[in-house]
């Protein structure tokens, strides 16, 4: 078959039920888990990613992915087409940071990681400026998104019972059943609404798991504009590789 399963799960067995509505796609995986709803997502690499719960049937799952197979081509077809970014470190390259671009700026004058006019980075990190940058992001994410969310939380009335900062390279956020939010530090990367409209996302999930009518109804009683938040996420994701 030519194809490359990425197994996340024991049931090998499972997973030969799909190859043969999956020729053209050389990189998929499928994950089962208590979750209530089936998805399909398509991510940067790109890979087909279906999470499904342990109660669908596997005529299902092939019944799914057969009517979806156009969808599926095409957005497969979009990413392939995107430019492939890849960070070299070096001064006068372009960093996100809430949704704005800072060129990078080695100094010896600072001790920390710092944005001003630009992203500067302490000299002593020029080998591991990866590792240093990814660590002063994730403490970024942690003072705004987190307390974005408690303020969005309270004013809509949601009540998560834990909130926290995830190394997730593929979601933005999740919501579990038990009312836990996590979100990924990369958001610390997007615009101020853009984060607004992940941290609504995951919030209204507290009250609709799934991605129902009624869920986007209520996405959409909160933010009218959501659809242009998604689709900056959809076209910018490439931007913010590290």
Known sequence: MGQKLL???????????????????SNYKIIRSRRRTISLVITKEPALV???????????????????????????EEINKRPNVVKQYINGERFLFLGEEYCLQYTGNLKNIR??????????YTKTAR???????????????IERTKILAEKFEFQPSSI?????????????????????WRLIMTPSEVIDYVIVHELVHLVHLNHSKAFWVKVKAILPDYKNHVKWLKHSDNLMSL
């Open 50 to 76: 279906i999470r499904a719960p342990f109660r669908i049937s596997e005529d299902y799952i092939r019944e799914l992915v057969n009517r979806k197979m156009g969808w599926i081509q095409k957005k497969l």
């Open 115 to 124: 944005i001003l006019d630009k992203l500067y980075i302490p000299e002593k």
């Open 164 to 184: 926290r900062i995830s190394g997730a390279m593929r979601r933005w956020g999740s919501c579990n059943s038990k009312r836990r939010l996590n979100f990924s």
């Open 131 to 145: 590792k240093k940058l990814i660590e002063w992001y994730k403490i970024q994410a942690k003072k705004v998104v």
């Open 7 to 25: 197994e996340n799960q024991e049931d090998k067995d499972f997973n030969l039920l799909v190859i043969y509505f999956m020729q053209s796609i």
